[in-house]
């Protein structure tokens, strides 16, 4: 395995879009795959966040999404630290396959500074 690549699993639950995790702090998300029953890894599309917007408008206040359309996931996008897939998962023999690369260190800490910034406004 190639130093700073790195895959996790997660098993999906039907009818879970959002997905969190954690192990992706400090990694980019190169690619997602999804595995069935025969366990093959089958490649989502990456759009972006204003593209997957379009197809699944939804509340980030509520979480049920005015049109609810399960099948297949074949699309994905990244939303707040969370993985967003669509359509929604249809049963839960799926397992999701998350391909991840480590951020240089520049890009690490331009995100710590982000981190730490006071969210609150100005100087007094």
Same mark, same amino acid.
Not at 4 to 20: Q, Y
């Given at each position: 395995? %190639? $130093?700073?690549?790195?895959?996790? !699993?997660?098993?999906?639950?039907?009818?879970?879009?959002?997905?969190?995790?954690? $192990?992706?702090?400090?990694?980019?998300? %190169?690619?997602?795959?999804?595995?069935?029953?025969?366990?093959?890894?089958?490649?989502? %599309?990456?759009?972006?966040? $204003?593209?997957?917007?379009?197809?699944?408008?939804?509340? $980030?206040?509520?979480?049920?999404?005015?049109?609810?359309?399960?099948?297949?996931?074949?699309?994905?996008?990244?939303?707040?630290?969370?993985?967003?897939?669509?359509?929604?998962?249809?049963?839960?023999?799926?397992?999701?396959?998350?391909?991840?690369? !480590?951020?240089?260190? !520049?890009?690490? =800490?331009? =995100?710590?500074?982000? =981190?730490?910034?006071? %969210?609150?406004?100005? =100087?007094?």
């Amino acid at each position: 395995m %190639t $130093e700073g690549f790195s895959i996790v !699993e997660r098993k999906l639950e039907a009818g879970k879009w959002r997905i969190r995790i954690t $192990e992706t702090y400090g990694h980019d998300i %190169t690619a997602l795959f999804i595995k069935g029953l025969r366990d093959r890894p089958w490649p989502l %599309t990456q759009v972006t966040f $204003e593209e997957f917007r379009k197809r699944f408008p939804f509340d $980030e206040t509520n979480d049920n999404p005015p049109a609810f359309i399960r099948g297949t996931p074949s699309l994905w996008t990244v939303y707040q630290g969370m993985i967003l897939l669509w359509p929604a998962p249809v049963n839960d023999g799926w397992t999701l396959q998350v391909h991840m690369t !480590e951020k240089q260190a !520049e890009q690490r =800490a331009a =995100a710590r500074n982000r =981190a730490l910034k006071p %969210t609150h406004g100005g =100087a007094h």
